[in-house]
């Protein structure tokens, strides 16, 4: 039986998934990029007119930026993976039985000792 203060508890149905985050595979093909353009910028031989930085500063924009998208591309496509995969659950709502504060808990914190101060 239930009293009109308290509700009776609902059931609803709800989806259950894994969804990626993206800002990590963001980084992650930003991160890869930049090693691509390293790669590409010391490690091959290139044009004596041109400094390494140089090259390597260009590269960087062009790769960290395709990097960061193909991250997102990723991540895209983990989620609607994810999707797919979703599960259905039925939860139920539980309404409180005992309120928070009550006479063991009247306001006074003990510090974290576990004792309370009594006369």
């Known amino acids: 039986m ?3 203060e308290t509700p009776a508890p609902g059931r609803r149905e709800v989806t259950v998934r894994r969804a990626p ?9 930003g991160l890869l990029g930049v090693a691509v353009a390293a790669i590409l910028a010391y490690g091959l031989p290139g044009n004596a007119s041109y400094d390494a930085s140089a090259v390597f500063g260009f590269f960087l924009v062009l790769f960290a930026a395709g990097g960061a ?7 895209l496509l983990l989620d609607r ?4 995969r979703a599960e259905r659950a ?3 709502a ?15 914190s003990d510090g974290g000792t576990g004792s309370q101060n009594r006369p």
């Not at 985050?21 to 963001?26: D, I, Q, R, T």
């Open 81 to 84: 993976l994810s999707v797919r």
């Open 94 to 108: 539980v309404p409180d039985s005992v309120p928070d504060s009550g006479p063991e808990n009247d306001g006074q």
């Open 69 to 75: 998208v193909l991250g997102a591309v990723a991540a």
């Open 2 to 4: 239930s009293s009109p």
């Open 90 to 92: 039925i939860v139920e």
């Open 21 to 29: 985050k993206y800002v990590p595979f963001l980084i992650l093909g």
